[in-house]
């Protein structure tokens, strides 16, 4: 029987009527593989998720700044924050 060859340089078939090691070597190769891909999936799964947590904080914090700053330019807040100072200033 005719094997194909894929990119990856290894042979991938139905042939399995050669000799009993060619069966073998490819059940392990693909166990290998499939063992890599499981520990490279399993490594550290949350190891960009920091980062992710970080920008997430820094947007809401940004945020809420320019919120209070809206907040701290009205007039009515304005007055009570300066009579709040006078008032404790003046004890």
Known sequence: MMERLRSDGLNHGPDISGRPGDLTRRVRTTICLWDARLRTLTAE???????????????????????????????????????????????
């Not at 809401?60 to 200033?89: C, D, E, P, W």
Request: glycine residues 8%.
């Open 45 to 91: 799964p949350e190891k960009g998720l920091a980062t992710a947590e970080y920008a997430v904080v820094m947007i809401a914090a940004t945020g809420f700044a320019g919120l209070l700053v809206a907040i701290l330019k009205s007039g009515t807040v304005r007055t009570l924050l300066t009579n709040l100072v006078k008032q404790a200033l003046s004890v």
